[in-house]
């Protein structure tokens, strides 16, 4: 059970941080397909900065060891950025499979990824009710 859970917290990161760092590079860099998602989704063009600038930090935040609750915050940062990613494609009337389903895989990685990650990679929190 244990190299299985270990398994799915490796490839559900790597997926996750692969997609992120791609997607937050790409912000960054303001290229013409995220220019003209973002503008189609009714967002300024400055918020890809904001939005690469931390794809690209929380990516760093659940990859290197230690730091647990900054890891806690990254997650909590991609499963917010992919709902409203989600959220705003479909508010927008944008139906279409391709704009919906990255979105989703990503929330589905980022559930595996914090669901499954090992022992040390998580706040134990202490029990103050005695």
Request: proline letters at 3%; aromatic letters at 16%; glycine letters at 8%.
């Amino acid at each position: 059970m244990e190299k299985r859970n270990k398994i799915i917290y490796w490839v559900a990161t790597d997926l996750l941080a692969i997609g992120m760092l791609q997607s937050g590079i790409f912000a960054v860099l303001r290229t013409k397909q995220w220019v003209d998602l973002i503008v189609a989704l009714g967002y300024p063009i400055y918020f890809l900065t904001i939005l690469g600038v931390w794809k690209i930090l929380g990516v760093i935040a659940i990859l290197v060891p230690r730091f647990k609750l900054l890891k806690e915050w990254a997650y909590a940062g991609f499963f917010f950025a992919m709902t409203g990613a989600l959220a705003s494609h479909l508010a927008a009337g944008d139906h279409d499979i391709k704009g919906i389903m990255g979105p989703l895989f990503q929330t589905v990685f980022v559930l595996l990824s914090w669901y499954f990650r090992p022992a040390d990679r998580k706040i134990i929190l202490a029990n103050f009710s005695k």
